[in-house]
């Protein structure tokens, strides 16, 4: 099937850029372009493309604004194409907690287009075969105040495409004495610190980037940082350990190379696989159960892309799947002094 591409960017220069690297790909048909968001609402009604690639500055109305608009009135695939940088980290992110299935960076100093839009096409496909729904994280009610986290368990989290929105509708229910928590999601390195300040700023308890040598403590939440290590976990005191090796399941940071760490560990652990492109976590996970952990995943219905859960599911590494708002309370659960669920967890 041929994805149909509506190009949205003010900048002509970089329309023809990203027209030509999505051209490249013979199963993308670039059918328009639009330099602000009032052409491009015309040429949506017009065109009825299968997914948009988005700027976010533009003139008459920014990205993020005809974004929410767009989630709003008439939810479809957007694929935002902005500067990646630190300062544009926190507004991407915001984008993709609005419903954006991805996002890529532009060309800056030292990287080229062909370098910069190297997985543009890869990423539209995806978004061409995903979920798309209004975005926002979903308010979850927290756990009772008597709720008590089993303190020596460590929760691994694992996630990709769509896991913006899926983390922070998960831990923005974290009670203050959660269990120690590490999560590798997939984004790329300039994202990750601001993504944990975000996720402090919702969550109770403390959500911070993971740094090598940290001590895993109960009420903290760790994210792998992106780019250049796989965030693993070792030690009869648990510790973070960020290593530096080649790709690992096609990612760096792996949720496979963290969810093997944790299921190594001489003490209770747990294991949550959520949305995703790919197998990434589904043989960690499976390690984790067999190893005696408890082993949960997000279902089909609410996933943004069915691709990690499902891996996952099918070779038996998951226990029960969810959908995405009853995910927080059965994961806490699993994770409590005297949890309410117990299932065996043999395969």
Do not use: W
Not at 29 to 40: K, Q
Not at 119 to 137: C, H, N, W, Y
Not at 155 to 166: P, Q
Not at 229 to 239: D, F, I, K, N, Y
């Amino acid at each position: 099937m041929t994805v149909r591409v509506l190009v949205v960017d003010d900048s002509p220069t970089m329309r023809g850029l990203i027209t030509a690297a999505l051209r490249r790909d013979p199963e993308i048909e670039v059918i328009g372009s639009a330099a602000d968001p009032l052409e491009a609402r015309e040429a949506i009604k017009r065109l009825n493309p299968d997914v948009i690639t988005l700027d976010i500055e533009m003139p008459n109305m920014n990205g993020l604004e005809f974004l929410e608009k767009i989630m709003r009135l008439r939810p479809m695939p957007v694929v935002m194409v902005s500067t990646l940088t630190q300062a544009g980290a926190g507004i991407t992110l915001a984008a993709l907690e609005l419903g954006a299935v991805d996002a890529v960076g532009k060309p800056s100093a030292g990287v080229t287009a062909m370098e910069a839009f190297a997985d543009l096409a890869a990423k539209v496909k995806v978004a061409a075969r995903s979920r798309v729904r209004a975005g926002g994280a979903a308010p979850t009610a927290r756990p009772d105040a008597d709720y008590r986290a089993n303190k020596d368990l460590v929760l691994a989290i694992g996630a990709s495409t769509g896991g913006v929105e899926a983390l922070l509708t998960i831990l923005s229910s974290f009670p203050a004495d959660c269990p120690a928590t590490v999560v590798t999601q997939h984004m790329p390195a300039t994202f990750t610190s601001s993504f944990a300040a975000r996720l402090n700023k919702s969550s109770a308890a403390t959500v911070e980037e993971a740094s090598d040598g940290a001590p895993l403590t109960p009420g903290h939440i760790y994210i792998a940082p992106g780019g250049e290590a796989h965030l693993e976990v070792s030690g009869t005191t648990p510790r973070c350990r960020l290593v530096k090796s080649d790709t690992v399941s096609g990612h760096r940071p792996s949720v496979d190379v963290l969810f093997r760490s944790v299921a190594r560990l001489r003490r209770p652990t747990a294991g949550l696989i959520l949305t995703g492109m790919g197998r990434d976590g589904a043989q960690g996970l499976l390690e984790i159960r067999q190893a005696g952990g408890r082993t949960l995943g997000q279902d089909e219905s609410s996933c943004v892309v069915y691709g990690m859960p499902k891996a996952a599911f099918e070779i038996g590494a998951v226990e029960r799947q969810l959908p995405l708002n009853r995910l927080s309370a059965a994961i806490l659960d699993v994770c409590a002094d005297h949890p309410r669920d117990a299932v065996p967890v043999s395969v």
